[in-house]
């Protein structure tokens, strides 16, 4: 496991330990033995090596997978280039995909009914927009 404070290399640091809290993963760090020394922690990223994720369920993703991803809608066999995911919103409910097209920037929720297939291989999100979707934004 790694620490990393953005725009600097990331550091590597053991686990003692790991357990859940209050629907939260709580990480012992080595060498991190109070409060204080912990509160010091803040902002920095904890990384870990792509082999070492815990592998998700149907249907769940990692934010990082569909970064960069190609987004396109196949209506009878006929499909059309959207755009490419920029960033993944998280908003405690359906998170937005922020999608830069030619015609600017379109939020799209991340919603089955909506992102009907994703395929993080072949770095490709089709999509079945309800009407007028990809135009509120543009």
Known sequence: MFLENPGTAPQPIKVENVWSHKGRV?????????????????GLHVLILAE??????PNHY??????GCRVVTDRAG?????GTVTD????????????ATSRGEVLIPLAQAICTKI??????IFIDPPDDLLDLNA
């Open 26 to 42: 709580v990480i012992k760090f080595s060498g991190v033995d109070s409060i204080d020394s912990a509160s010091r922690l803040k």
């Open 52 to 57: 070492e994720r815990m592998p998700l369920p």
């Open 62 to 67: 990692y934010l990082w997978e569909l970064q």
């Open 78 to 82: 006929r499909r059309v280039e959207v």
């Open 88 to 99: 993944i919103e998280p908003t405690g409910g359906v998170d937005v995909l922020h999608v």
């Open 119 to 124: 395929d993080t291989e072949a770095r490709t």
